[in-house]
Each structure stands twice: as C-alpha cells, then as structure tokens.
C-alpha cells in the first residue's frame, strides 16, 4: 500500500514522502480500515514541525486526527463492527485506546472504540472532518468560553470550517456573534451564512468597530486561530475581564502568541495557562485571562 511518511521533524514540504508499505494486520478489538478520505488539518502540519502538543516516532505516517473509509477486516474474536461497514476514524490521541499510525496511508488498523458509523448519504469530504472540527466547535463555544445566549463572541478566521460551525451554534444557542475575516469579498458571505457582524481587517480598523458594535458593555468573549498582530488586537478589543480562547495558529509558525511583551494589550494580561481538552485539537490551545 502507498503511505505519506515523515522521515523526520521539520517542513512537511521537505519531509514527506510516497513510500510502499506492507497492509497492516489488525489485532484482537481492532480493525483494518481501507481509507477513502482524510483531511489535512492544520495540526497535522504542525505535528510534522514538531510544534504541537504531542510528537509521533519519526519515521512517521502523516495525519493524526481522523479520516473515513470502510472495514476490510476484523481482528480476532472482535465484535460490534462488521466487515463492509463505512466508519470514521477519530485518529486523535487523547482517544482511549491504542494510538492509530497516521491517516496518509490507504489502510491503517484501529482500536474499534474510535470508529464511528457513518451513513453512505453522507460524501466522504463531508464525512472525513466529522469529528474534530464540530466537537471543536461546540466546546470553545460551550465548556471552555460558557458563552450564554444574548452575548457577544468575537472571533478570527469566520470563514474556516471551524468558524462556519461556531456561526451556525451560535444562533441555535442565541449568541451573537462578531466575525473577523481578511476579504472584503468574504463578508457578504459569512453575514449569509449566519453571522450577525462582519469585520472586514483588510479595510477596517478591529478596535473601533467592536467598540462601536458591542458598545458600552464591550465584548467579553472570543476565540482566535490567528495569532500574530490580530489576535493582539483581538485580546485588546476586550472588555476588562474577558476571556480568549487561542486554538489556533493560521500564520507560520514562528509567528508570535497573540500577545507578547511588546504588545500594548500585555498589561492587561492577568494570567496564561494551558488548556487541554480532549477535542480542541484541530490546533493547540491557550487561554488568556483578561484583568
């Protein structure tokens, strides 16, 4: 079978490369998968740079958070999934079981407790970001911010997938959100799709419109994937005692936190610690407490 591998750490442009590789055997309560589809997630990138929150063994198969395809067999004595059926497979690691290795390879073997049914209606681009990117969605906007209805939440890069699905719960749950895109010709989209607000930064200033959107009682909630001089902005748009969830890192990777010490919003920095969980894993997570 043909395999993406990883001969070491480092830019997944200068690491990866096609290898054949003997179909793996699956063991007792596990199964072998035949993979249709799998994302290429901005995590899978950074694991690759060895800048995410966990390191695979290198040499390493790429893809570590989910994919979709079909049961080609089963391991010994396994019972619940049967040989033919269509499953995701939700590769992260803080799932129980044994870790699954990579999901750019066209089989690979999992623990049956990381599959997930899924029914033949649904495409496999739909089926294989199943996972990750909607539990993502929903505990940034519930767990870990508890944003409660009438409330405003701010947040970067509306138009990624994860941003869609924070829109869409949002106004299932009556919050209101204010959404930051690059392109002027990304906001009519994103305010047809849902979103009560559009800030465009490519020609408008973040401040002075979340202040003259949120007003007085200001924004005390947000979520950034950004980083680097808009999530600084985002982090000083802010009313006193807010909170921002940074899950992500859109720009390269040596781009900066969204607040460093140089930064005029480091002053009202109160603490920074780390967040895990066991689905905000589409990319790694800090939270800021704002003073």
């Known amino acids: ?27 007792a309560g596990q199964a072998l998968i035949r993979v249709k589809a ?17 390191s695979p063994e290198f040499p390493a198969v790429g893809g570590h958070m989910e994919c979709v395809g079909r049961i080609e067999a089963l391991g010994p004595d396994t019972e619940g999934p049967k040989v033919g059926e269509r499953v995701v ?40 970001q199943l996972a ?44 209101r959100t204010i959404n ?29 419109r979340v202040a003259e959107i949120a007003g007085p009682a200001g924004v005390r909630k947000a979520i950034d994937c950004v980083a680097g001089p808009v999530g600084a902005q985002v982090s000083q748009a802010l009313a006193p005692g807010g909170e921002v969830v940074v899950y ?13 010490a140089d930064d005029p919003a480091a002053g009202t920095l109160a603490h920074l610690r780390d967040q895990s969980s066991p689905w905000l894993l589409a990319e790694p997570m800090v939270r800021h407490g704002l003073a």
């Open 180 to 208: 930051v895109v690059r392109r002027r010709a990304a906001v009519e989209e994103i305010k047809a799709f849902g979103g009560d607000e559009v800030i465009c930064t490519e020609d408008e200033d973040l401040l002075r």
């Open 89 to 128: 497979v939700a590769a992260v690691p803080a799932v129980p079981g044994p870790h699954v290795a990579g999901t750019w390879q066209e089989y690979l073997v999992a623990d049956t407790r990381r599959l997930l049914p899924v029914p033949d209606h649904l495409s496999d681009f739909s089926a294989c």
């Open 248 to 260: 992500g890192r859109a720009l390269h990777p040596s781009a900066e936190r969204p607040c460093s």
């Open 38 to 54: 799998t994302p290429i997630h901005a995590s899978d990138l950074h694991v690759l740079r060895g800048r995410y929150g966990f």
């Open 132 to 175: 990750v990117n909607p539990l993502t969605a929903l505990l940034l906007v519930t767990r870990e911010l508890d944003v409660q209805p009438g409330q405003w939440l701010l947040q970067t890069a509306a138009g990624s997938t994860v941003g869609r699905l924070v829109i869409q719960l949002a106004r299932h749950l009556g919050i």
């Open 1 to 27: 079978m043909r395999a993406l591998v990883a001969g070491k750490v480092g830019e997944p442009t200068d690491v990866l490369r096609l290898e054949s590789r003997p179909v793996p055997t699956p063991a």
